[in-house]
């Protein structure tokens, strides 16, 4: 331990065991526990002990305390924990007696603070770090530890009762090494006796008629079959496996989202590939819960990679079922042709599905969640299914059910909740083409509707809803197969276009500002992957889809104007936006979207559309759009003097990158470009260091980047700084142009800098000439100050020992009485 660190621990236990002085937060009680890890793992605790008696004394003040405070017991019991996680530092603590104090019967167990959970949690936090080596066994079976840990597993806290059951695992762990790590009985006669009392504890609880005890050890094994694979686990799982199958006789089952944990991990671990027994007991329990229970055990065998085929094909049915029985009642036949024999049940199970719309959401959702994942395991396509027409009974004047008939659904609207759940598993299917059909009915059976699914979805009021329906919607567009003969969109991509976009149209002229959000940013990411598609321009540029994106950008919402200028700026670079100037001035169509979006940057009050515009300007330059192309300099000189005047540090951040690009291009290094842009000259060689310098000294980039060296937000002087090291970097072997001349004046431009660098920015540097610039750079030590940068701002005082004197500095005990950020 630091000497300094020794100094100062005295008064810090001081503090904390003083009643009358203001107790740590529980940030700096953690990360002083993190330390003292730390300190343990490096060296013996023992001599740690002994070097700072003070620790000590701390945990046995803490113990005398008449009325402990919590924050602070919790602590000394887990610190006591690392410390006894040695065996001789353990030895050292139980001369004292100073461990049965802290974790046995006269200790925390019978006062008034163990009625707080982070006591409790502190206490078997304790002992898990001290549960290490066999000495820890033989003195939580003296203590009496184990049996508090048994109560501990139905505390009120989730927390305390979570790591309860997890301390019991690791004691289990612990008392099966050495001698008993081979091929112990089942019987357990041969088991150690801590072992012992923990099975014959899991034994009486799966045999109580309590749910909540059955639920506490099926999560117990669960979590020893996950972790330990020792061959011990094999005589366990034979010992209690009968007592899991007698679960399954009974009605209802208890707790089965733990028995299907467990049967799962069991059959992860080495016992599932040696115990044949185990595929029994996972087909009986597929057969015995319900298919809402079945269905995560049912995905889980299907992932098992030593499974037997009967198996997987009943899992294969059981996650089909809920498809089955919804395009069972919309076709009102027997069953739908091509799923398996029995898929969808009796009629009184399709009855009990279908009673409600919301169930036939959920149902279909946890069907279509893993489609894509049954086509590739089981190799069954959902191409081969065919149902037939009708919906759900679901109309708007339905005829009387026959008796085994489902009955008809109460006739209201789905739920937002529910449409999203739909929207998210449909989206994660295979393109329309291949699965169209079955999806589009099952979507009318559900909502009773014969619009397609994308129409019904654009006429949902609910913000969030309709984001699902986009998303949905994109994937079912990009994954949709190119024609054979040519690269346009397939004909049925085509006439789905042609309904989608009057469906956008409408959301865009939508009073909810979250419905014209959603909708610019899929029509942004559609053309992002589209604008080329002769038949995806065609259909826009016929819509008034980018007439009415246009308008957006003076909408009142900020997120609205963001979201259209990426998406007239999307839409420029691709030539399908056209402002609304009329026919008689089409020249001016890309200057007035270039000033629009400059007004933008220069007097929007929110950050959201300025960033955006930043954004937009980087990738025209990038893919050299006409803007760009008709005055490079003056577009790049235009957009750095309007962001560095911004005081958003994003907007200012991303100056720099687009100086970057700048810079790259001027270079003879250009990025990609837009194929429906007007690029820059690919053809033209690279200027010469000498135009280089004049072009960024016109563009007053230079000023822009040293301005930006000295920001006070850390990402954009990061920036700044590895732009001059770009440049400079790409200077040094052509060598400097001062070389040809006499030494260029640099006070001037050193001067102002140290202006900038107090704080003192608004001075300009006023026209630069290149030879001084560069020699500033080359004077000034860019390389440390980007080590400087990539280090934290409190990285002078992130230490120990900083911890130590910010926490005695918040009660007075430091003369100096401060305290850093740490």
């Given amino acids: 331990m630091d000497p300094e660190c020794s100094r100062l621990l005295p008064a810090l236990c001081a503090v904390l065991v003083d009643p009358r002085q203001p107790v740590a937060d529980d940030t700096c009680l953690e990360k002083l526990l993190d330390w003292f890890k730390t300190v343990t793992e490096a060296g013996p605790s023992l001599l740690l002990l002994q070097e700072n008696p003070c620790l000590v004394e701390l945990l046995f003040r803490v113990l005398k305390a008449h009325d402990p405070r919590p924050r602070v017991l919790s602590f000394s019991l887990r610190l006591a924990g690392l410390f006894a996680a040695q065996e001789d530092c353990f030895q050292y603590l139980q001369q004292g007696e100073l461990l049965p104090m802290l974790f046995g019967e006269s200790g925390p167990l019978g006062g008034a603070a163990w009625t707080a959970p982070t006591v409790r949690s502190g206490w078997l936090q304790g002992l898990r770090s001290l549960a290490q080596h066999p000495g820890a066994l033989r003195f939580l079976a003296d ?368 009073p909810c500002w979250e419905a014209r959000d959603s909708g610019l940013e899929f029509l942004t990411q559609v053309t992002r992957h589209w604008g080329g598609q002769a038949a995806f321009r065609h259909a826009l540029l016929a819509s008034e889809v980018p007439e009415l994106t246009g308008q957006l950008l003076r909408d009142p919402e900020s997120y609205v104007r963001a979201s259209a200028v990426t998406a007239t700026g999307q839409l420029s670079s691709w030539g399908l936006y056209a402002t609304p100037t009329g026919p008689e001035h089409p020249e001016v169509q890309q200057e007035s979207l270039f000033t629009e979006l400059l007004h933008i940057l220069s007097t929007d009050s929110e950050g959201f559309p300025r960033r955006a515009v930043m954004h937009v300007f980087t990738q025209w330059l990038k893919d050299g759009h006409a803007d760009v192309a008709e005055d490079l300099e003056q577009f790049v000189a235009r957009v750095l003097q309007a962001a560095s005047q911004d005081l958003d540090w994003e907007v200012r951040a991303q100056g720099l990158e687009l100086a970057l690009v700048f810079l790259e291009q001027l270079l003879g290094q250009p990025g990609s470009r837009c194929p429906y842009a007007v690029a820059l000259p690919e053809a033209a060689p690279p200027a010469t260091l000498a135009q280089v310098l004049q072009a960024l000294c016109r563009v007053q980039l230079f000023e822009f980047a040293l301005r930006a060296l000295f920001d006070c937000d850390r990402p954009v002087a990061q920036k700044s700084c590895d732009l001059l090291l770009f440049l400079k970097a790409k200077a040094t072997p052509c060598g400097g142009p001062q070389e040809a001349g006499a030494s260029p004046d640099v006070v001037s431009v050193e001067a102002a800098l140290q202006r900038w660098q107090a704080g003192e920015q608004g001075q300009p540097l006023g026209e630069l000439e290149p030879e001084a610039v560069m020699a500033v750079l080359r004077s000034m030590d860019l390389e440390g100050l980007r080590g400087m940068l990539a280090k934290s701002s409190d990285h002078m005082e992130k230490s120990p020992q900083s911890l130590l004197q910010d926490m005695l500095a918040t009660v007075g005990v430091l003369g100096e009485n401060e305290a850093d950020c740490y």
């Fill in 143 to 510: 203590c009496g530890a184990v049996d508090t840990i048994f109560s501990l597993q139905g505390d009120s806290s989730l927390f305390v009762a979570s790591a309860a059951g997890q301390l019991l695992v690791h004691i289990l762990a612990l008392a099966m090494r050495g001698p008993a790590e081979g091929h112990p009985s089942p019987q357990g006669c041969d088991w150690p006796a801590c072992a012992q009392k923990i099975v014959c504890h899991v034994e009486d609880s799966l045999r109580s008629t309590a749910t909540l005890q059955v639920t506490q050890a099926l999560n117990v094994l669960t979590t020893t079959f996950g972790h330990c694979h020792s061959p011990w686990t094999q005589g366990l799982w034979v010992r209690l496996s009968p007592l899991v199958a007698c679960l399954l006789e009974k009605d209802p089952i208890p707790a089965s989202h733990s028995l299907v944990d467990l049967l799962l991990s069991v059959a992860r671990s080495p016992v599932g590939s040696s115990d044949c027994g185990l595929w029994e007991t996972l087909a009986q329990t597929l057969s015995h819960l319900s298919p809402t229970q079945a269905g995560p055990l049912a995905l889980g065998i299907l992932k098992l990679q030593d499974c037997p085929q009967a198996l997987k094909t009943q899992a294969f049915g059981v996650l089909l079922q809920p498809l089955a029985c919804v395009l069972k009642a919309a076709a009102q036949a027997p069953g739908p042709p091509g799923f398996p024999e029995g898929a969808t049940g009796d009629s009184i199970t399709v009855d009990t599905f279908l009673s409600s719309k919301s169930a036939c959401v959920g149902l279909l959702c946890q069907a279509l969640a893993h489609l894509e994942l049954l086509q590739l395991l089981v190799g069954v396509a959902l191409a081969h299914v065919h149902p037939g027409s009708g919906t759900c009974g679901h109309t708007d004047s339905p005829s009387p059910p026959s008796p085994s008939a489902p009955r008809p659904g109460p006739r209201r609207p789905c739920f937002g909740l529910q449409w999203q759940y739909c929207a998210s598993a449909m989206a994660q299917q295979p393109p329309p083409v291949t699965w169209g059909a079955t999806c589009v009915r099952s979507w009318q059976a559900v909502s009773g509707s014969s619009e397609r699914p994308w129409i019904s979805w654009g006429r949902c009021l609910r913000g969030r809803v309709l984001k699902k329906a986009f998303q949905a919607t994109l994937r079912w567009l990009l994954g949709s197969p190119k024609a054979p003969s040519c690269c346009d969109l397939d004909p049925h991509t085509q006439l789905f276009l042609g309904e989608l976009l009057p469906v956008l149209r409408k959301r865009l002229c939508s």
